[in-house]
């Protein structure tokens, strides 16, 4: 943030400010690696004396002792490292199971967890050369239990490794080693009571378990051995290592114990968390009474927060409700049961063995007794021996040894004590909240407990190295609701995240201070916040029967608009569910105490509170809600605004509660209130969503469950695997031609059905496809079919395809139309929108009762595909598009709900027309076309007899008699003439049948048309237009979450749902658009599911780097299922780029070629003009000393970058390139500002050479494109977050035609995750070569390539500066020169306007400034 006095932070971010001398934010990260530390650092000289290169090194282990014990301590030595490919090429390549030393082994460990920490590929070393992992894994895992001389930081890193194992389970390699530490043998661990109680509820466990005995008979010792050992491995981590470490912290201790422990606890929390690893471990957690254990710890009950914030998300997978054994989901009465059977046991035990003790107790019914009270109360009055009675009768505990044996008598009554034993009974036998009356009674505004709290939601600067207390997305889920309880609380901490951005700003700009007389002043002003005038609660409703909060809370919030009038706008259009956070400060700061924006926020402006509510409305002069509506609202004096807000129940209970034992009423104390922008603002909306379907039986297709889940087959939803298989498809246009589809299918035999000799097939064909295991029996047998006609009009000719599909996007078409899951990957320009049309129009025509829901990421997407549907044979009737954002479609059409019933009635009124001159034209009397009823009335006595008549005697008809004996004639006077062709008695009926389609077609509408004359609201039509009369409805993801419950409530129902950009889309909004639906009968009617995305692209967007990085929340569910092995169809041709720019980001995909046109059109033969080649990197050296700058945290400039790039396209439009065809993209939001900055002073407001199409970021330009893109690296210090290849491939591809890249080349080329595309850009010049004699567009061929002497070489940015000040000034004069002389004429007034200019007369540019921008010119 910036350090300037009473200002916002975003102050300082114009021209690129830098912020000199002003410390680093609290809690920075230090990780930032620089190229001279690279080139310097005493790692590099080690890198490529011994690994670096492709010639074999010989081993030290000298080197890899003094690196462990000199580098390894500090983070970017291990970047350094990690970068210099330590790991791949010295550590993994030397490495002997057994015999390399521990620090060799805990070297690789520290390596793979930096890969991790990096979010790049960590096991591809392990993979390439997986004959030594075994033998490594087996040192890894010896290293956990006996650690010897370890500190405990080394063991933490050891844990994380292994965590980092279990997240892994993907790969095979890991999976298969893994799998042997939580398999059904770690039961051998159990007290024997309480195996014998699992071998009676589930008897078959008895007979695994004498298996695994046999087995172990016919191993040999060093194999048994190993054996006993995997299966005693965790439970010996938690008895020999964890609890010792836990019972050893003191208050005084270091922080490195608490800190392993924390990581224990994220372990077993990753292993309780998948089914696979919690299905065994779950009972041993439970015997080993780890839960309570940790309970009872110092760190607990006074050390560290975060550690009970942990032990609190393990207590909640120790308790979810799923049978572990079987994975099923357990109701609330199962759960129910479970819990009463426990009770009766302890009652039982407890009137056995206890009967004058606990009698009372063991008759009391359980509600009475399974209360923690209640069991406190009953059971504390026994003694040590009489509860370790009890806990062995139940057993809890193993039997107590003999009193003979002094030291195990003494050491099991200090391990069981009484204290021990009343806590294990009260946590196992206590009844808990299930855990949807948690979520139902968790408020969904987050309160500044929960916003400010680092180990939930941590600050801007998470490093990706701590342990926090958050869920994970990784591979697999317990169960549905475990799936949803996730994805809930990462949305609404990622939404707190942005809550406290907001807040923070809004806040800091109010200034507040404390005056004279102790009242909270506010010295300055935000437009998104107000101070409070008036709080008053106006309504608590009586809560609903069965829930203990009230049903309903309302409050009137008033404020003093006295502010400018768009501001004043802004607040009175606040719309009803808008939702608004109410603020308390109490400032203990003077006005004479200035604000720094770099300290910590609570303590300078004294925040006490923060409570969310939702708008109802505006109040009007008589105290009543505004309502929404056509209608103007009032016009209301004054400058005072009261708003009615809905506040949140379930907190205003717990207020309530905390304010009845003596807490300070929150309600009275509110001094700000503060609203958000609502594209930012929809979070509330989800997260009922979200709840919602918690509360719901989720029904998801059954062929769809485990896969979603992350269990089973992945393959089992592929069409070819699922029951229903449709054998015989009208393909309808998407082939061109017969050859066309031959080529389709290079694996299968075409066999067309046999035509008449001479006649050409044409499409469309219907295709019977057979697959078999070998070419011989795999078929397609085709039969080509003629389009009905339609009618005589132009308008009647169907819409067709012109797109000639390649065969894996015919194979993506097919997998689309079937039966199943469908995941299309589709690299940048291989025609993704096109394949999703395709299958939208197939289903449209081969299945027409059935209904399909478009789903997009973003409204871009949604309406370029929107308007590619249009131009295919699709009625537009039926076509609806839901949400904001149709105002985007490129058409005069209004498609949303309301627009498309005017259409209806519209369409009802020009159908009208026409059956009332059908009328005429048949001379019927009487008023026919007044409703759709009697035009109904009409066709079926008048038209339908009439075409009933001529048609019956068609047998005898003659070729003039079809024409002559045709009713309809007049009506058909404004059709092209004439209407019959006289050729053959054949054509002339299949017109005539055509003109009666026509004449059909209008009444088959009317009559869809009717119920609208019946409904008389706007409302009514819209909701039957949803679920009746549209078949292809489209929105975006966010609009699927925001409406759902009105969706389901209109009992809005589809068939297939077709999602594109799905590896954009977070996991929880692709899963939203499932169930937007509820089931019929129990099922889920969902048939189809076709997701294309492309998951080597920019995945969904996650501002919290710990919620990106820790809990995995930037993984899409089409990238796990990607990870899952789910099948996919990779599309493999690309018709956007050039092939040599295709080139830089083709190796990321299996197989990427280009389509025909690349080498055919004229745009990819000719060059690009002014120079030489089509991409070139163009290395930007430092300019005054400075690369690149950051003025405020992650807020990256490039000043010669930015001056370069606009040098460039100025350059660029001298020659004659259009404006619209070049973008500027850049890969931070600090440079994109600096570069409009530079533009606006630089050209553009000149006329001549004006604004470029774009000035973006490239993750805001993924999914679109431009012929020249010229591109801005930034970063010159480390290589930042382009070492994401994701973006890397975005950032290359945005490019048809022309790519010209700015950066540090020595910084980028050395990241060997970029190694492929960087060493092709290398290979050219690292300085522009210009052609500036060209005009565009260009003759030269792309083949003809100039000489290096033919180029003009530009040696740095100032040159390239000068040479375009210098083409501009005789692009001027020649532009003078040419103009005419002036003619004498009459002199008369000329009107001037606002800048003194005179109209009428030509704009004389002005000249062009070109002094390079400093730091000190930049500053406002």
């Known amino acids: 943030m910036a350090s300037v006095q009473g200002e916002p932070p975003a102050k300082a971010l114009k021209h690129g400010v830098q912020n000199k001398g002003a410390a680093k934010p609290k809690g920075r990260s230090i990780n930032t690696l620089t190229v001279e530390q690279l080139e ?36 970017k030595k291990v970047m350094m490292l990690e970068v210099s490919q330590y790991l791949e090429k010295y550590l993994w390549k030397f490495y002997v199971p057994h015999k390399s030393s521990l620090s060799h082994v805990i070297s690789i460990m520290i ?96 007979k695994f378990m004498s298996a695994i005995k046999k087995q172990d008979g016919r191993l040999s010792k060093e194999e048994l051995q190993k054996a006993v050992f995997e299966r005693q491995f965790l439970y010996r981590l938690i008895t020999e290592r964890f609890y010792p470490t836990l019972h050893s912290i003191t208050e005084k201790d270091s922080t490195d114990k608490t800190h392993y ?57 120790v308790g979810f409700e799923i049978n572990d054994l079987t994975g099923e989901p357990m109701t609330d009465k199962e759960m129910t049961d ?86 294990l009974m009260v946590f196992r036998y206590e009844r808990r909240l299930s855990q949807i009356e948690a979520i139902n009674e968790m408020p969904l505004y987050p309160t500044e407990a929960i916003v400010w709290d680092e180990n939930i939601v941590p600050g801007d600067y998470y490093s990706g190295q701590g342990c926090l207390a958050l869920p994970k997305l990784n591979l697999q889920f317990l169960t549905l609701h475990d799936y949803l309880l996730r994805n809930f609380h990462l949305f609404r901490l990622e939404s707190t995240y942005e809550i406290r951005q907001d807040i923070e700003d809004a806040v800091y700009r109010m200034k507040p201070w404390m005056s004279e007389s102790d009242t909270t002043l506010f010295g300055g002003w935000a437009r998104m916040a107000q101070p409070i005038e008036g709080f008053n609660v106006v309504e608590v409703a009586k809560p609903k029967l069965g829930e203990n909060h009230p049903a309903r809370v309302r409050a009137d919030v008033s404020i003093l608009l006295n502010t400018r009038g768009n501001i004043r706008n802004e607040w009175e259009s606040l719309r009803k569910h808008d939702v608004a956070f109410l603020i308390t400060v109490r400032p203990s700061n003077t006005t004479s105490v200035r604000y720094n924006f770099k300290g910590d926020f609570i303590p300078q402006v004294g925040l006490l509170y923060v409570r969310g509510c939702e708008i109802e409305g505006m109040l009007d002069a008589d105290g009543r809600v505004i309502e929404e509506g056509p209608e103007p609202r009032p016009q209301l004096r004054g400058n005072v605004r009261t708003f009615r807000v809905w506040l949140d129940p379930n907190q205003y209970k717990r207020d309530m509660t905390s304010h009845e034992g003596g807490q300070e009423d929150v309600y009275g104390t509110f001094n700000i209130i503060m609203r958000r922008k609502p594209k930012e603002n929809n979070f509330k909306a989800v997260l009922e969503t979200i709840r919602d379907l918690m509360n719901t039986e989720c029904v998801v297709p059954d062929w769809l469950q485990d896969i979603l889940l992350g269990y089973g087959d992945p393959g089992s939803a592929h069409y070819s695997r699922m029951e229903k298989h449709i054998g015989t498809l009208d393909w309808n246009d998407t082939f061109l031609s017969e050859e066309h589809l031959k080529h389709s299918f290079p694996d299968h035999d075409v066999v067309m059905e046999k035509s008449e000799e001479g006649v050409e097939n044409l499409p469309p064909f219907t295709l019977t496809i057979e697959d078999g295991e070998d070419k011989e029996s795999k078929k397609v047998l085709a039969q080509n079919h003629q389009m009905l006609n339609r009618g005589p009009y132009e308008y009647n000719v169907p819409k067709k395809n012109s797109i000639k599909f390649t065969p894996t996007q015919v194979e993506a078409i097919r997998a689309g139309t079937n039966y199943g899951l469908t995941m299309v990957v589709g690299p940048p320009g291989t025609g993704k929108t096109d394949v999703a049309v395709q299958i939208i129009s197939n289903l449209y025509h081969n299945f027409p009762e059935q209904r399909t829901l478009i789903v997009t990421h973003s409204n871009q997407a949604l309406n370029q595909l929107f308007e590619k549907i249009m131009e295919l044979d699709i009625d537009e009737r039926h076509l609806l598009r839901m949400g904001h954002g149709e105002e985007g479609l490129e ?102 049948e055509g003109c009666f389609r026509h004449i ?45 419950h009105d969706l389901v409530a209109a009992r809005f129902q589809y068939d297939n749902i077709l999602m594109e950009e799905s590896a954009q889309i977070l996991e929880i909004e692709t899963f939203i658009p499932l169930l937007l639906q509820n089931p019929e009968d129990g099922f889920n009617r969902l048939k189809r599911w076709i997701m294309i995305g492309d998951h080597h692209q920019l995945p969904p967007v996650i501002k919290n780097m710990a919620f990106q990085k820790y809990s995995n929340m930037e993984q899409s569910l089409f990238t796990r299922f990607v990870r899952l092995g789910v099948p996919t169809v990779d599309l493999d041709a690309q018709g956007r780029a050039r092939g040599s720019i295709a080139n830089l980001y083709r190796w990321r995909y299996k197989k990427l070629g280009d389509l025909s046109h690349i080498s055919q059109l004229e745009q990819y033969k000719m060059a690009n003009a002014g120079f030489r080649f089509d991409f070139q990197i163009v290395d930007v050296p430092d300019f005054n000393g400075v690369g690149e700058s950051e003025p405020n945290p992650y807020f990256y400039q490039n000043l010669a970058e930015a001056e370069y790039c606009v040098a460039t396209f100025m350059y660029m439009r001298l020659l004659g390139y259009p404006a619209e065809k070049i973008t500027i993209l850049t890969t931070y939001n ?20 004006g604004q470029p199409h774009k000035v973006t970021t490239v993750d805001r330009f993924q999914g679109q494109q431009n012929d020249y893109i010229i591109l801005s690296l930034v970063r010159t210090r ?77 040696p740095d940015m100032p040159a390239m500066c000068q040479f375009v000040y210098d083409l501009y000034g005789s692009s001027v004069e020649m532009m003078m020169q040419s103009l005419p002389k002036e003619v004498p004429v009459e002199t008369e007034e000329k009107p001037v306007e606002d800048d003194g200019k005179v109209k009428g007369q030509p704009v004389v540019t002005k000249e062009i400034e070109f002094e390079v921008l400093d730091d000190s010119a930049a500053k406002e």
């Open 338 to 423: 479970i819990h009463y059977r426990r009770i009766r046991a302890l009652q039982k035990a407890a009137f056995c063995n206890f009967g004058e003790e606990l009698r009372r107790f063991a008759l009391s019914n359980v509600a009475s007794i399974d209360s923690d009270g209640s069991l406190y109360k009953y059971l504390s009055p026994l003694d040590d021996k009489q509860l370790s009675a009890l806990a062995v009768k139940l057993s809890l505990i193993p039997e107590p040894p003999s009193e003979a044996d002094e030291v195990e008598f003494g050491s099991y009554t200090k391990t069981y004590n009484k204290e021990f034993l009343l806590d």
């Open 1230 to 1249: 600090g440079q994109k500002h600096l570069l409009r900055d530079v533009i606006a002073q630089r050209c553009g407001a000149n006329p001549l050479i």
């Open 1278 to 1354: 480390n290589v930042g977050h382009l070492r994401d290849v994701r973006r890397l491939v975005v950032a290359m591809s945005r490019a048809r035609l022309g790519l010209y890249v700015f950066g540090r080349v020595s910084l980028f080329q050395n990241c060997v995750e970029l190694t492929p595309t960087f060493t092709q850009l290398v290979q050219r010049p690292l300085r522009l070569h210009l052609l500036p004699s060209e005009t565009y567009p260009t003759s030269r061929l792309v083949a003809d390539s100039p000489s290096r002497e033919d180029a003009m070489i530009i």
């Open 891 to 992: 058409t005069d059409k209004d498609f949303s709900r309301y627009g498309r019933v005017n259409f209806v009635l519209s369409q009802r009124l020009a159908l009208l027309e026409e059956v009332g001159r059908l009328q005429t034209s048949l001379g019927v009397q009487g008023d026919v076309s007044y409703t759709c009823e009697t035009a109904a009335h009409f066709y079926l006595y008048q038209v339908l007899s009439r075409w009933e008549k001529y048609a019956g005697g068609y047998d005898t008809y003659s070729l003039e008699q079809v024409s002559s004996e045709f009713p309809f004639h007049p009506f058909f006077q404004d059709a092209p003439q004439p209407l019959f062709k006289g050729k053959s008695k054949e054509l002339d009926w299949e017109i005539a």
């Open 111 to 206: 390596m793979v967890n930096e890969k991790f920490r990096e979010r790049v590929p960590a096991w591809e070393a392990f993979k390439n050369s997986p004959d030594n992992f075994p033998g490594f894994f087996e040192d890894v895992t010896r290293l956990i239990i006996s650690p010897d001389s370890l500190s405990y930081k080394s063991q933490t890193v050891v844990l994380v490794f292994l965590i980092h194992i279990f997240n892994s389970l993907e790969v095979d390699l890991i999976r298969q080693h893994a799998q042997k530490l939580v398999s059904l043998s770690i039961w051998t661990n159990l007290k024997p009571g309480r195996l014998s109680e699992l071998y009676k509820e589930t008897p078959k466990m008895k």
């Open 40 to 75: 310097s650092d005493v790692i590099s000289q080690l890198a490529a004396e011994n690994w670096s290169g492709s010639t074999a090194k010989s081993f030290s282990s000298e080197i890899v002792e003094n690196i462990y014990t000199n580098e390894l301590g500090a983070v």
């Open 1000 to 1044: 059909k077609r209008i009444f088959t509408q009317l009559d869809e048309f009717r119920p609208f004359e019946l409904l008389r609201s706007g409302a009514d039509r819209a909701r039957y237009l949803l679920i009746k009369e549209a078949k292809i409805i489209a929105m975006t993801c966010t609009h699927a979450a925001l409406k759902r």
């Open 261 to 317: 422990c924390e990581r224990v606890l994220e372990l077993l929390i990753d292993l309780q968390a998948q089914l696979p690893t919690r299905r065994f471990l779950n009972t041993l957690l439970d015997d080993l009474h780890v839960v309570v254990t940790c309970k009872r710890s110092l760190v607990f009950q006074k050390g560290s927060k975060l550690f009970s914030q942990l032990l609190d998300m393990l207590e909640f997978y």
